[in-house]
Structure formats: structure tokens, C-alpha cells
């Protein structure tokens, strides 16, 4: 018997339906006659997955004690014994108890698949052990059960099994994943929107890859090596030139225009490890591409074209983006360039060759820079050296003419012409062969002090010369310039790995400054930052700094590398040259990061501070608010118990004085009450049922909810009123709770108001109280009073609530006038769109 098979139900998070679907799955396989049992599924107490595996043979579960405590697991043996044709496994990254035969159910699992037997399994992205660290910093938790990605990889089938984030916070709110004791802190921790959003991009992530690895062996297995355009892939070829930004760009166009492309970007280095581009352009040109939503590559080989193909075709790469070349017609007539290599190579991938700015000057004829990897010092220098000693060394021939021949006064001059190409490069190589050529026709040749030459060995002697003084030149002027470079290179990867290294290690600001001032040898160097709000004259605050009298501003400095607009590296002492200020422009870059980086930080331990405070204050006030209810509901019971009115004065009192103390005791129930509620709301477990509503119907149920008070509030409403879209029930708890507040702010000659009025697409809600307001011919005095009565009471639990749920439900709540009123704005069905239909939604 072979190998069973293995379908897995992939999941974001708990609760979005794997062991319902294994078990609907495990139902349509008894259907069509296939022998499924349930070898271990747990249902965590959910009525419709335990429905569900009604019917299901079921394999009795072992019983195992650990510590005292008694555990069920899966009976592997008898699984085994029974031999079904498929068992259905729920959770394929449990730990085992303590005593079983393996340490995981995937061992279980393997045993089984080993024998012959399908297996149906389920399991969540967060228990992936490469995603480990991922699931903890999105949601705070590290999961203790992982499973090795390579099982799950081995999957036959895998299946994903997905809920948008709000369905699954419903069901988590209507009881259906966890039981009520567990809901409140699952919604506001590990089930928030942004956790839940996180882990299902994870998960279909994951599965993509899956997908492409399957994809790939596929055509490994049926030797297709062509691209398939199941998506659309541009490659973009940055040599390190100028022109790099304008291909980007280019490419991200081409990229857009189809959506779902993926966009790379690959720099080739030589074999050698030697190369001219500049790593500061290509780090800018890398910044650019991720900008725009591409990758960065490098890759390495001897030949460019071939290295660039290579690589398109490892990437499934569909187009290739490179520039138009930069080389003359000269070398263009030598040697075919990338682009053309490119094209010819391709087969099905196209190739878009764009022109730039740099092409437009290779249209003629010219010579190499001479100064490239050399630097101008060392060029003139060895034109200055052939100038002077290919004159000394011919006087010095002439004086030894009877003793040397022409064959050793050229290797003299072949000698010279080596030195001056190590100095200098080609270019020197050149003119000091040219030269010596020349002098040496003119004073050791027959007829001597003329140009002209007679014997025929000497003109051949004489070419052969030229030609391999201008090749060994050349060749000497080449390898001094590669020495040159990976020296140079080594000493650039020195300085900038030290000084990673010191950022890793986390020091400090001053010291990595310290470093750069010592590795450039400068006389003192700053970390400037300009305070953005400084105008129209920019105020500069010194970061960090290192050296005598170092600079303050930047124009006091005389080397400057900007980092950003608001971030400068200001230094004093001698110049850099060219290769040292990109050097220094790639450490000022790095100590940036530096600093932005210490700021996140800092700002982020604030935050989590402050958030871990909040969540302590709200977990502190529920937890309080839970143990009062008790004791509250004791204490109106007593009460209740106490107010039997009797005869005389002093019955009379003690009634008085329990009244009091039941009136009291229902305000605090209901300050407990709108304290949950408050926390259930930002939590995001309250549902609103939006939908339009009649405000006189609002309005009467919650006059009829502050009992005899309400009979005294005054309602002015016009004859006819739109409805408002709002839910009945919180609507109404609104208007109760600005009606009682009014009531206890209000002078008992003067009743509270309840208006309303219509603006065109919304409906303004006045509740005002007895107070008088600024436009009446009150004192000041009074006006001054209400302010600040409605100020004030602004603030308190009852308020707060009415203001979250009001905007909850869309609406508007704000203090209006200078007296002590609300007004709530709530909108007209007309301004809403899909009114057809009640809204659900949950609010946050």
C-alpha cells in the first residue's frame, strides 16, 4: 500500500471555519462511500461544528494523567488497528501530551500517512515555525505549538479557509468561537483588525508561494524552461549609471499599466568583485525602486548579458528593461553592446531598449576618460614623468651608442613606457610609446637625426615597438587601476562595515561621529538638524559632534553631505576628494538611519507606554466595574427590603434617606453599565443595526425611561419630521442619558429643552438646559454659570459614552452655544447611500 494523502485547511486565525470545513469535507467523503473516521477533533464548544460531526464514526480517544490532571488525545493505535480509508485530524500543530508515542500530532499524523491512510487536517498561518517571529511582533504573542514548514509543504492539498476581519470579530461577538468569558479580551487584543488583517495577509502569502513552488515543479518535471506569463515580471538592468532613475521609472510605468506585475530591478557585478559603478547612485537607485514598489538584486558573473539572462529566466522574468548604450561608434563597431547581446538572447522575453540622456553623446568619436579609477594627480603626473624621462633616457643612449644596438636601446624605451602606463594608465601608455618611437627613429636609426628610415628591419622593429609598448602600457595602466580600485574598494567596505557595526552594537550618536571625523581625518565634524519650524531665518541644533570647535551651521563647514532636507553632516578640515565625499555621503546616510532610527524608537517605547498604561487603566476599570455589580445588587436588594414607609416623623425620614440611597445606588449600576458599554465600543463588540428611525418614537421611549422627570421637559419639535438614520435602541439610550443630565443641571423653575431642526442633509438634536444662553437678557453672570456647567460635564462617563456611540452611528456631538445645551447630528436617509436595506455594521 502507498503513501497516504494530505489536504490541510489553512487558517488566519482561530475561528474562521477549518474544523467545520474538514468535517463538511469528511461528510462529503462518507457520502460518496469512502470509510472516514474522526481520529481527534476538538469543537471548542461550537454547536454548529459538533452538529456537524454527527454521523462520523468516531475513534475513542486515549486518556492520559499529567501532573495530576487528566488529558485526552488521539488513540494512534487504535486509528492504526481501525484502518480507515481517510481520519480526520484537527489541529496539526498540538503538542502531545506528555507519554504518548511522539511529541506532536504531526508525528501522529506521519505514522498514519505512513500506513496508507489519508489524512484531513487543520492548521493555522501563526503556528508555521518560519512565520514564528512575524505572528509575535504583529500580535504581541509567541505561539508555543509550531509545526516545521517543510510538513505542510508536503502537503498533497492545502486549502484556505477565510473570513474578512469583521465577520470574524462578529462571530467572535455573537458567542460562536469563544465562550463570553474570553470575548471581551480576545477583541481587544488578539482579535483586533489590524492583528486579524495582518495574519490573513500571511496567510495568503504563504499559500501564494506554495502555489509558484508547485507551479515550478511542474514544469521542472515536464522540462519547460519558457516563461510562462501567469504574471507579468519586469526586470530592470541598472549598471550604476546616471541613467538608472530614468529606467526605474520607466519600468514602473510599463508595471502599471497591468495590474499585479512584479517589478525587479538587477545590478551585475564582475566575477572579480571590481567594479566602476558608483555605490551611492546604485543605493539611490535602490531607494527609488522599493519606492515604487520594486525589488532589489545583484547578482555576479563574467559576462553581463549572460548573468542578466540567467537570471530572467531563474525569475520568470517577461520583460527586460535596459538602456541604450552609453559607448561610441568606435567601440559599437568593435564589439556588439548589452542591448544587442541582450535581444539576440532573449528568445520569448521582450526586451525595451530606452534612450537617455547619457546615449546622446555616443554618437561620436572619443577618447576614455583619463582620469577614471586614477584620479588627475597620478594622469598628469605621468605625462609630466614621460615628458622628463623619455629625454633623459635618450641622452643617455646617445652616450652609450657604440655599446648598445637598436634592439636594447627599445627594450630601454619598452621599460620606461611600463612605468608610465603604471602611473598613469592608458592614455600616458599611449603618448610615451608614441614618443619614444619617435626619438628613438630620430637618433638611433639610419639616417640618424632624421625621420626617414632606410633598412627595413628597423621600420618593422620600430612597429612592432609601438605596438607592444601601447599593449603592455595599456596592460599595466589596467592592472594598476584595478589594484587601485580594490584597494580602494577594501578601504571604503572597512569604514562603512565599522560603522555598521558600531549602529548594530547600538552606540551612541557621538561616538559613531567620533568614528567618521577619525576615518576621513578631519579637525572636527556635527550632526546639524535645522527645527522645520524656524522661518523665514532656519534655526540649526547640533545632534551630535566630535573635534575641536566643531561646526554649528552649515555654511560654517567645509565639507557638507545633506542626509535629508532637516539633516546635514557638517565637517571642518582639509578637502575630500571625490571618491571620500561619496564615501562620506554614504556614512552621513548611515548615521541618519541612526538617528531616525533612535527617534522611532524612543517615540515607539513611548507609545507602548502609553498603550500598555491605557490598557492597564480600561483592564483595571472593567475588572472593577465587574466586582461592583455584586455588591450593587446586594445593596439596592437591602434597600428594597428597607423602605416600608410607617407612621410618624421618624419612618417618614428613614424612607426619605432610603430613597436617597436607592437613587444612588442605580446611578452607580448605571455608571458600571455605561462603563461596559464604553469599553465594549471601542472594542469594537458593540453591532449597531443602522436603519432609518422616527425621532418622536426615540423621543418618547426615553421620556418614558426617566419616569415622572421626563413628563417635565419641555419639546419643541417641528409638526413634521424626517426620520434619521441611526439604531433605535442606542438612539434612544442617547436621548435618555442628555435628558437625565439635563435634568440634574437644571433650576427647578426652568425645565430643559429638547429641539430639532432639519439642514438640509442632516438633523440637528438640541438638548439645552434651564440655563439661560448668551442671546437672552440673563445676568452674565448666569450665561458664565451654564458655560461652564456645560464644560465641565462634558467630561463625564455618561456624556462620553453618548458622544462615542452618537459617532458611532455617523453622526455629530458637540456642546452648542455659550449655555450649558448638545446638540447631536444625526443623517437623513436621503444622504446616505443603500438604504434599502437595514446596515450592520460593527462599530470601533
Not at 502531545?96 to 492548521?123: H, I, M, S, Y
Not at 439596592?636 to 423602605?643: G, T
Amino acid at each position: 500500500m502507498g503513501r497516504g494523502r494530505l489536504r490541510i485547511y489553512l487558517g488566519a486565525a482561530p475561528g474562521v471555519g477549518k474544523t467545520y470545513t474538514m468535517l463538511e469535507e469528511g461528510q462529503r467523503l462518507r457520502a460518496l462511500g469512502a470509510d472516514v473516521v474522526v481520529g481527534f477533533v476538538e469543537p471548542h464548544g461550537r454547536r454548529p461544528t459538533a452538529a456537524m460531526a454527527e454521523g462520523l464514526e468516531t475513534v475513542p480517544r486515549c486518556t492520559l494523567v499529567h501532573r495530576g490532571a487528566s488529558f485526552t488525545e488521539m488513540d494512534l493505535d487504535a486509528v492504526l488497528a481501525r484502518r480507515p480509508q481517510v481520519a480526520l485530524v484537527d489541529e496539526l500543530a498540538h503538542s502531545n501530551v506528555p507519554g504518548t508515542r511522539n511529541a506532536k500530532r504531526w508525528q501522529d499524523v506521519e505514522e498514519l500517512l505512513d500506513a496508507g491512510v489519508d489524512v484531513v487536517t487543520t492548521l493555522n498561518v501563526q503556528h508555521l515555525e518560519s512565520l514564528n517571529d512575524v505572528v509575535r511582533q504583529i500580535t504581541g504573542v509567541r505561539q508555543r505549538e509550531t509545526l516545521p514548514d517543510e510538513v505542510a509543504r508536503r502537503a498533497d492539498q492545502i486549502e484556505l479557509v477565510d473570513l474578512p476581519p469583521e465577520v470574524l470579530r462578529r462571530r467572535m461577538v455573537h458567542g460562536d468561537v469563544y465562550p463570553p468569558d474570553r470575548i471581551e479580551s480576545a477583541l481587544t487584543h488578539y482579535f483586533r483588525v489590524g492583528n486579524l488583517t495582518a495574519l490573513r495577509e500571511l496567510a495568503l502569502l504563504w499559500l501564494a508561494d506554495r502555489v509558484e513552488e508547485g507551479l515550478q515543479r511542474y514544469r521542472a518535471a515536464h522540462g519547460i524552461s519558457a516563461p510562462w506569463e501567469t504574471r507579468e515580471r519586469i526586470l530592470v538592468a541598472l549598471s550604476g549609471g546616471p541613467e538608472g532613475e530614468t529606467l526605474i521609472r520607466r519600468a514602473a510605468r510599463i508595471s502599471a499599466r497591468t495590474p499585479g506585475t512584479e517589478l525587479l530591478g538587477l545590478h551585475v557585478v564582475p566575477a572579480d568583485g571590481l567594479t566602476g559603478a558608483d555605490p551611492a547612485a546604485l543605493d539611490t537607485q535602490r531607494v527609488l525602486l522599493e519606492s515604487l514598489g520594486g525589488s532589489y538584486h545583484q547578482a555576479s558573473g563574467e559576462d553581463v548579458v549572460e548573468a542578466l539572462l540567467q537570471f530572467a529566466e531563474a525569475e520568470d522574468v517577461t520583460q527586460i528593461v535596459l538602456g541604450a548604450s552609453r559607448h561610441g561608434r568606435l567601440a559599437s563597431a568593435l564589439r556588439a553592446g548589452t542591448g544587442e547581446r541582450t535581444i539576440k538572447g532573449s528568445g520569448p522575453i521582450d526586451v525595451h531598449i530606452v534612450t537617455h540622456e547619457e546615449a546622446a553623446g555616443a554618437t561620436a568619436l572619443r577618447l576614455p576618460r583619463p582620469t577614471r579609477g586614477i584620479g588627475r594627480r597620478r594622469f598628469w603626473s605621468a605625462f609630466a614623468g614621460a615628458v622628463l624621462l623619455l629625454p633623459l633616457l635618450t641622452v643617455l643612449l646617445a652616450a652609450l651608442r657604440g655599446r648598445l644596438d637598436l634592439s636594447s636601446d627599445l627594450v630601454l624605451y619598452l621599460l620606461a613606457v611600463v612605468v608610465v602606463g603604471l602611473v598613469g594608465g592608458l592614455c600616458p601608455a599611449l603618448f610615451a610609446a608614441v614618443a619614444a618611437a619617435l626619438l628613438a627613429d630620430y637618433y638611433f636609426t639610419v639616417p640618424v637625426h632624421s625621420l626617414a628610415m632606410e633598412r627595413v628591419n628597423e621600420i618593422v622593429a620600430l612597429i612592432v615597438f609601438v605596438a607592444t609598448a601601447a599593449l603592455v602600457g595599456t596592460a599595466a595602466g589596467r592592472t594598476a587601476q584595478r589594484t587601485y580600485q580594490a584597494v580602494r574598494a577594501t578601504s571604503e567596505a572597512r569604514a562603512l562595515s565599522r560603522l555598521a557595526t558600531a549602529m548594530m552594537r547600538g552606540q551612541e550618536l557621538t561616538a559613531l561621529v567620533e568614528q567618521i571625523r577619525e576615518n576621513f581625518g578631519l579637525t572636527s565634524i556635527s550632526l546639524l538638524e535645522r527645527d522645520p519650524e524656524a522661518s523665514p531665518e532656519p534655526r540649526w541644533y547640533v545632534v551630535a559632534s566630535a573635534g575641536e570647535r566643531p561646526p554649528e551651521k552649515p555654511y560654517e563647514a567645509d565639507v557638507e553631505s545633506p542626509v535629508d532636507e532637516n539633516l546635514t553632516l557638517a565637517a571642518r578640515g582639509s578637502g575630500l576628494s571625490t571618491e571620500d565625499q561619496r564615501v562620506f555621503a554614504a556614512c552621513a546616510a548611515e548615521l541618519g538611519l541612526a538617528h531616525t532610527r533612535g527617534r522611532t524608537a524612543g517615540a515607539t517605547a513611548d507609545a507602548d507606554a502609553l498603550a500598555d498604561a491605557e490598557r492597564t487603566r480600561a483592564s483595571l476599570l472593567l475588572a472593577a466595574g465587574r466586582d461592583l455589580r455584586l455588591p450593587l445588587r446586594a445593596a439596592e436588594e437591602a434597600l428594597a427590603r428597607l423602605d416600608v414607609v410607617g407612621a410618624g416623623p421618624a419612618s417618614q425620614e428613614t424612607a426619605r434617606l432610603v430613597g436617597s440611597a436607592r437613587t444612588a445606588v442605580r446611578r452607580a449600576t448605571q455608571l458600571v453599565t455605561d462603563l461596559d458599554e464604553l469599553s465594549r465600543l471601542h472594542a469594537g463588540a458593540l453591532d449597531l443595526y443602522l436603519r432609518p428611525v422616527d425621532l418622536d418614537e426615540a423621543l418618547a421611549a426615553a421620556l418614558d425611561d426617566l419616569g415622572p422627570g421626563g413628563h417635565t421637559i419641555v419639546v419643541r419639535l417641528p409638526e413634521r419630521l424626517p426620520d434619521v438614520i441611526a439604531d433605535a435602541a442606542l438612539l434612544t439610550r442617547v436621548l435618555t442619558a442628555l435628558g437625565a443630565d439635563a435634568l440634574r443641571h437644571s433650576p427647578r423653575d426652568r425645565p430643559p429643552v429638547v429641539s430639532a431642526e432639519v439642514h438640509s442633509d442632516r438633523l440637528e438634536i438640541r438638548v439645552t438646559d434651564g440655563y439661560p444662553d448668551s442671546g437672552s437678557d440673563a445676568p452674565a453672570q448666569a450665561v458664565a454659570t451654564a458655560a461652564r456647567a456645560a464644560g465641565g460635564r462634558e467630561g463625564s462617563l455618561g456624556l462620553r459614552l453618548s458622544r462615542d456611540l452618537v459617532e458611532a452611528m455617523g453622526g455629530t456631538f458637540e456642546t452648542a452655544g455659550a449655555g450649558a445645551a448638545f446638540a447631536v447630528t444625526l443623517t437623513l436617509p436621503s444622504a446616505a447611500s443603500g438604504n434599502d436595506c437595514p446596515v450592520v455594521r460593527g462599530a470601533r
